[in-house]
């Protein structure tokens, strides 16, 4: 599948090994997720210090859902 997405011209892929049910769980309780850290653009970052709109296009995409 990864050798597929890359003849179609993708050029890297990252992976978030984490189900949507704990990123709306950390949406709503934060203070317990500190340590959820996810791939995003190409670096790692806390999730609970990101935007709103960003968790939720990374819940969305963890889904395979649009936005």
Do not use: W
């Amino acid at each position: 599948m990864i050798q597929t997405l890359f003849a179609l011209g993708a050029f890297y892929v990252q992976f978030n090994c984490v189900s949507s049910e704990v990123l709306r769980a950390a949406q709503k309780t934060p203070e317990n997720y500190k340590d959820l850290l996810v791939r995003v653009a190409g670096y790692s970052t806390q999730f609970v210090n990101l935007s709103r709109s960003m968790q939720d296009a990374i819940i969305a995409r963890t889904e395979h859902t649009e936005l």
